[in-house]
């Protein structure tokens, strides 16, 4: 069966452009067993452009694979965040080159360190 969680991600690109980098993401995905259904929105608040999937997938390889894609990337800061079909089951993931940083609802960022 699994487990259906909601994702959105957004990017600080850093020196290359967010539209570019989310359709690189979008190209490397887009024949992966993601579940994710893939459209670019442009973020209003300027920080970045969201991805969304419009419903929920089951995104099992997401700490991996965002791990060795954003190492693509380098200088980009990637947020994934999830919320899943249990109440309360709301993370986010921020993923730099490779490193990788987990919360739960409402934990602050610390500074970077290996999950």
Do not use: C
Request: proline residues 5%; charged residues 25%.
């Amino acid at each position: 069966m699994g487990y259906f969680t909601s994702h959105s991600l957004s990017i600080l690109p850093g020196p290359h452009p967010a539209r570019e980098i989310l359709e690189a993401f979008i190209d490397a995905f887009k024949t992966t067993d993601t579940g994710l259904d893939m459209h670019l929105d442009d973020n209003p608040t300027g920080a970045g452009i969201l991805m969304s999937n419009l419903r929920p997938a089951k995104w099992y390889d997401e700490k991996a694979q965002m791990q060795k894609f954003s190492t693509h990337f380098p200088a980009a800061t990637f947020l994934v965040r999830g919320e899943g079909e249990d109440r309360g089951d709301v993370w986010e993931h921020r993923y730099r080159n490779g490193l990788l940083e987990e919360r739960f609802q409402e934990e602050k960022w610390g500074e970077w360190h290996v999950a």
